[in-house]
């Protein structure tokens, strides 16, 4: 029984010792790969590359072509009547659009410029100039003066590629401009120069 109480006395002094000798361990990451994981939560929080076609949708033509057989322009076209004035009669709208900017510009039939928006104009500094709610922004603004100097239709043209290309043209339905037709007149290249390599994040 002595020997007893003796083992359990000397067992509860070695745990006691060990137990204030080697304090309980913390586990932690070396900062090399907090690093890694960062960058890699980073990258996957990212939205996809965007080409400057967001809010575009791929339609089916043949369907469109078979309910509408006014869908392209004919021969007939530039003496048709949209409102009662004639097609090459009917004012310009121009949309630049830039991955950095996007510029309105207004024209009469003849291609004289009426009026001139750019995004910078409307007050978005910097890397905002090149969203699709600045585009949007600014569609508004210049339709707006627009239509008080009785500008009610316009034909668009837009060239370019940025994400300003559809919100424009939101825009300047919201501002209540009547749409006629809309040409894509980007310029292409058939043999352009090799791409520059990716951007390392």
């Known amino acids: 029984m002595v020997l007893l109480k003796t083992f359990t006395a000397t067992l509860a002094n070695v745990l006691r010792r060990t137990a204030v000798a080697t304090p309980a361990r913390t586990l932690h990451q070396s900062a090399p790969l907090l690093k890694v994981e960062d960058r890699k939560a980073m990258l996957a929080s990212l939205p996809g590359k965007d080409e400057g076609t967001i809010g575009e949708r791929s339609i089916d033509i043949d369907s469109m072509i078979l309910k509408k057989d006014r869908f392209f322009p004919d021969a007939d076209t530039p003496t048709a009547l949209f409102g009662g004035v004639p097609f090459n009669e009917i004012p310009i709208c121009n949309i630049r659009v830039s ?31 090149g969203t699709n709610i600045a585009a949007q922004a600014t569609a508004i603004s210049i339709c707006t003066k627009a239509i008080e100097r009785g500008y009610k239709t316009v034909r668009v043209t837009v060239r370019g590629l940025g994400p300003g290309r559809m919100s424009a043209i939101k825009g300047l339905e919201m501002a209540g401009m009547n749409i006629v037709s809309i040409t894509d007149s980007t310029r292409v290249s058939w043999n352009p120069p090799r791409p520059r390599k990716q951007r390392k994040l």
């Open 99 to 129: 991955p950095n900017n996007t510029i309105i510009t207004i024209c009469d039939a003849k291609g004289a410029p009426q009026f001139i928006r750019s995004c910078g104009i409307e007050g978005f500094k910097n890397t905002r100039k």
